[in-house]
């Protein structure tokens, strides 16, 4: 039984940075791609990185680039998610996905089958 499993959430002050992990279980993490994905208030859920399965970093969504930064640790089966100069908009429930597939298979959540219960990021401004 797969596991993801997300932490590294809370209230930061715009500008400001946190460290998100997903820590994985019970399934081959260095055999697939990753992702994270968040959803707003009231919005839905909108990629924001993916990783491949040996670390090669796919294209960042635009409305983070520049900003996060996507990185594996597959000896630890952990997933992470560096984000820095946080905004208000970014305020959302963070998820990490497990792909089906090894390399990068687009940004849809459909391409994902296995997903974290998620951790809250908010933003004041």
């Known amino acids: 039984q797969v596991q993801l499993t997300e932490s590294g959430g809370g209230l930061v002050q715009a500008g400001g940075s946190l460290r998100l992990s997903c820590a994985a279980s019970g399934g081959s993490f260095s055999n697939y791609a990753m992702a994270w994905f968040r959803q707003g208030p009231g919005k839905e859920r909108e990629f924001v990185a993916a990783?491949?399965?040996?670390?090669?970093?796919?294209p960042y969504a635009d409305s983070v680039k520049g900003r996060f930064t996507i990185s594996r640790d597959n000896a630890a089966n952990t997933l992470y998610l560096q984000m820095n100069s946080l905004k208000a908009e970014d305020t959302a429930v963070y998820y990490c996905?497990?792909?089906?597939?090894?390399?990068?298979?687009?940004?849809?959540?459909?391409?994902?089958?296995?997903w974290g219960q998620g951790t809250q990021v908010t933003v004041s401004s």
């Open positions: 990783i491949t399965y040996n670390g090669y970093i796919t």
């Open positions: 996905a497990r792909s089906s597939n090894r390399y990068y298979s687009g940004s849809s959540p459909t391409v994902y089958n296995y």
